[in-house]
């Protein structure tokens, strides 16, 4: 993952907003996508994304995959932009 993966993936305003959603705990494609004005595969597409960019994390659940923030990927993200407050 790179400085740009990650800010491209949370460019987007429904990324972010599912990001904020699984801050408050795991969820599958339909609880997120209850909560959005997009069908599940847009939802699926953007959670693509953030997996690609290691900030949420995915396991299966049955048939079902449920989705987490990653605590490593925004730690690594938090590292990165920590850099510039001790410039």
């Known amino acids: 993952m790179t400085a740009d993966d990650t800010f491209l993936a949370i460019s987007d305003?429904?990324?972010r907003h599912l990001l904020e959603e699984l801050r408050r705990g795991p969820k599958t494609v339909s609880e997120l996508a209850a909560g959005l004005p997009v069908s599940r595969p847009a939802v699926s597409q953007h959670l693509k994304v953030l997996l690609d960019a290691g900030l949420v994390s995915a396991?299966?659940?049955g048939t079902r995959r449920?989705?987490?923030?990653?605590i490593t990927g925004f730690r690594k993200l938090n590292i990165w932009l920590d850099q510039?407050?001790?410039a």
């Open 59 to 61: 396991r299966a659940e």
């Open 66 to 70: 449920v989705y987490a923030v990653s």
């Open 13 to 15: 305003a429904n990324r």
């Open 84 to 86: 510039f407050w001790d």
